[in-house]
Nanobody, 124 residues
């Protein structure tokens, strides 16, 4: 059984940084993509960053590449999301996911397993 557990969410001021982590357990070898998504109540889920597991190629959602960095520590089965220069528009619940291949690992409906999410709040 696959399980994902995020950590690292917090309340920070604009301009600050956060590092989110997602520990993954189970049969991860069956899947091609890992990713981070975020959602604000009342809005659609947004793809933040994705990563092809086989070669660790990263992909980023619109306007994310300059401030966000996705990486994976295979030895620790952990997916990371480093975020810098945060602004209030980054406030959301951030969730990691594991799933099947899609262009840039950005398609939420191709993900099969999801974590519970971690809250990121950025104040101005």
């Amino acid at each position: 059984q696959v399980q994902l557990a995020e950590s690292g969410g917090a309340s920070v001021q604009a301009g600050g940084s956060l590092n989110l982590s997602c520990v993954v357990s189970g049969r991860t070898y069956l899947y091609a993509c890992m990713g981070w998504f975020r959602q604000v109540p009342g809005k659609e889920r947004e793809a933040v960053a994705g990563l092809y597991i086989r070669d660790n190629t990263p992909y980023y959602g619109d306007s994310k590449q300059d401030r966000f960095r996705i990486s994976r520590d295979a030895a620790e089965n952990t997916l990371h999301l480093q975020m810098v220069k945060l602004n209030p528009e980054d406030t959301a619940v951030y969730t990691c996911a594991l799933g099947h291949s899609s262009p840039g690992c950005m398609e939420a409906d191709r993900y099969e397993h999801w974590g519970q999410g971690t809250q990121v709040t950025v104040s101005s």
